[in-house]
């Protein structure tokens, strides 16, 4: 049984179905939940010493943050469709009540920060979408939380992969912090499935093997990545998407390619 896999399960009372943090992923920064709610169901939080992306993955909510409101957070149906999530940035130690208007999927991302930057909700003109790759290593990806946007620790991005397609790939790593080569990012993967009933493959490895799985994830499991090399494949019929979120000492996402499979980028460019 893989060690970096996390299984949904069913909705605690607040709506929870999913949690990673850094005391059980034993690694010090990304924090992941992913929360479900009904029409009019409130979500209560707040995170001492962290700050906080909630993204809403589908659906459409009211987000309270302190004393702002954010009224019709987000709105499309499924994670599938081409327009941008719903996404509020709250700083460290804020108190949040997301409010359901219909069935909400609501991602929850955090990272240490301090209490430095306003509450804001993210406007999806500057959630900029690129595609990324050729041919059946062709993906899309939307950058919700970027680097060039204000956070003091998070990094939050989505991506489609179509049928048939490979993803995070050629395989990339960014766990070592060298200078303008490669930044230490932790990094969590929230997996969706269309149809739902679909598979996908993740491995995560390192140079010297001594991490090396190879995950088949299900719609709606978490891939924990702690570090190594972590591509994605999805078989044919069955599109892919994920949240990633990550974090580490230094807020930049400089990865390094595997040396061996290098020369697909080469080739791509």
């Known amino acids: 049984m893989s060690t970096l896999r996390v299984r949904p399960h069913a909705p605690d009372c607040d709506g ?18 992913l929360v479900r709610l009904s029409q009019g169901q409130r979500f209560h939080g707040n995170h001492p010493g962290r700050e906080t992306c909630l993204v809403i993955v589908a659906g459409k909510a009211q987000v309270h943050a302190g004393a702002q409101q954010f009224s019709e957070v987000g709105g499309r149906a499924s994670p599938f469709e081409d327009c941008a999530p719903g996404a509020v940035y709250l700083p460290a130690g804020m108190d949040f009540t997301v409010v359901a208007d219909g069935d909400v999927e609501l991602a929850i991302c955090t990272a240490p920060g301090s ?5 804001r909700q993210i406007d999806a003109t500057r959630m900029s979408r ?10 899309y990806v939307r950058n919700i939380l970027p680097q060039t946007e204000a956070a003091d620790s998070l990094l939050v991005v989505e991506v489609i ?17 060298q200078q303008g080569q490669e930044t230490a990012l932790e990094e969590t993967y929230y997996h969706r499935l269309q149809p739902s009933q679909g598979f996908a493959f993740q491995r995560v490895y390192t140079d010297d093997r001594t991490l090396d799985e190879t995950i088949a994830v299900e719609d709606g ?26 974090a580490g000492p230094h807020r930049q996402w400089i990865f390094r390619n595997d040396p061996a499979h290098d020369w697909i980028a080469r080739r791509q460019d």
């Open 16 to 33: 929870s179905v999913l949690q990673v943090t850094p005391d059980s992923a034993g690694w010090k920064y990304v924090g992941f939940q």
């Open 115 to 119: 209490i430095g930057l306003p509450a």
């Open 130 to 139: 690129e595609i990324r790759g050729s041919g059946t290593n062709t993906r």
């Open 161 to 177: 992969t179509p049928a048939g397609h490979w993803s995070s790939y050629p395989p990339h790593k960014h766990d070592t912090a």
């Open 221 to 246: 499991d978490v891939v924990m990545v702690p570090r190594g090399y972590h591509p994605v494949g999805t078989p044919h019929g069955y599109q892919l998407y994920y949240l990633n979120v990550m």
